[in-house]
Nanobody, 118 residues
């Protein structure tokens, strides 16, 4: 069982920056694909960015050029650096880890609120 704990959310003005962190328990982190999702009130949960165990990244079009996902396998932590924040980035941000060995699995964190004021 893996536990994911997010931190770093908060209130920021338009144009500001935040860095989210997601710390994973256990010893499977380095082989897990990690991702950040977000969910605004009344909307579905959407993928923001993902990173594989080997460091390949993928971003939603809405955050390309503004957000950067990274990971530190030595610290079992994945980060989301968010720059040039906009009010439409306001949401609860969730960390997800998944993999297929030894069997398919998926873990979610509890979420952290990000609020961007205009």
């Amino acid at each position: 069982q893996v536990q994911l704990v997010e931190s770093g959310g908060g209130l920021v003005q338009t144009g500001g920056s935040l860095r989210l962190s997601c710390a994973a328990s256990g010893n499977m982190f380095s082989i897990m694909s990690m991702a950040w999702y977000r969910q605004a009130p009344g909307k579905q949960r959407d993928l923001v960015a993902s990173i594989t165990g080997t460091g390949s990244t993928n971003y939603a079009d809405s955050v390309k050029g503004r957000f950067t996902i990274s990971r530190d396998n030595g610290k079992n932590t994945v980060y989301l650096q968010m720059n040039s924040l906009k009010p439409e980035d306001t949401a609860v941000y969730y960390c997800k880890g998944d993999g297929t060995w030894p069997t398919r699995y998926e873990y979610w964190g509890q979420g952290t609120q990000v609020t961007v004021s205009s």
